[in-house]
Every structure is written in C-alpha cells, then in structure tokens.
C-alpha cells in the first residue's frame, strides 16, 4: 500500500530524529520533498541533504540536522497545515506569519516551493505545506 502523505512523513521523520539528536535521516525522494529540503537549508534550519541510494536500490533523501554549538536543536517545531483531507490555500496579502516572523510558512505556489517572506515579495498565494521555527 502507497503513503498518503510523503511531506508528513518526511517532516514527522525530521522531528523524530531532531528529539534524539540525531545527525542526519533518511526520508523518501520525491519532488515535493526534494524542493522542501532545499528551501529548509536555504533558511538554514538544516545543515545539507544529499540524494543516494538505500540499500534496496531506491533512491533516499539524506537529511543532515543542524544543532547550535551548545547542542541545542536549530529546529524547535515542525507542524503540517495543509493535509490531504483538507488543504489550506491562502492569497498573497493573507500569508500568515509564524511566531510573528521568527519561524517560516513553506508554501507550495506556482512559481515553486518557497518561503511566506518569498511569496509576499512575488506576490503570489498557494498552498501552506508546513510551518518550521
């Protein structure tokens, strides 16, 4: 049986491994995700992610965590807003912000996978994916 939703998989893999300290996790490969990650560690919440091969032949997005020099996680929250049973889509002037600006809304538009700041400078709405600080 397939996976309903990858991106909350990927993002409950990320809070998971970022509780035990964990230096990297391996999460499943597909577009959504790949353009998730790259937008996460533009904003430097994570380190780096690579694309490699898993042991049965598959292709896994490797996820390298980022922590502070004192050992605490760069990442203190995680949430999926948009769901496959219910998806939360927004206009441009009604982006909402995260912790009154201290975390980040990823969106999902159709200029691609950005940040809530990005998509008010393009002036562009689409659906919120998930909410990181």
């Known amino acids: 049986m397939g996976m309903t939703d990858p991106i909350a998989d990927m993002l409950t893999r990320i809070r998971n491994a970022n509780r035990v300290r ?19 560690s533009e904003s430097g919440y994570i380190s780096r992610f690579d694309i490699k091969r898993d042991s049965s032949g598959r292709e896994a997005l ?11 996680c760069v990442i203190t929250g995680i949430q999926r807003v948009s769901k496959p049973g219910r998806r939360i889509y927004v206009k441009s002037e009604k982006i909402p912000e995260v912790l009154n600006g201290y975390g980040i809304s990823i969106l999902s538009t159709s200029k691609g996978v950005m940040t809530d700041k990005e998509a008010r400078a393009l002036n562009v709405g689409g659906e919120i994916l998930c909410n990181v600080w």
């Open 22 to 40: 964990f230096n990297s996790v391996d999460v499943l490969l597909s577009k959504v995700n790949l353009n998730v990650a790259k937008v996460l």
């Open 62 to 72: 490797k996820i390298y965590l980022k922590y502070s020099d004192s050992k605490e």
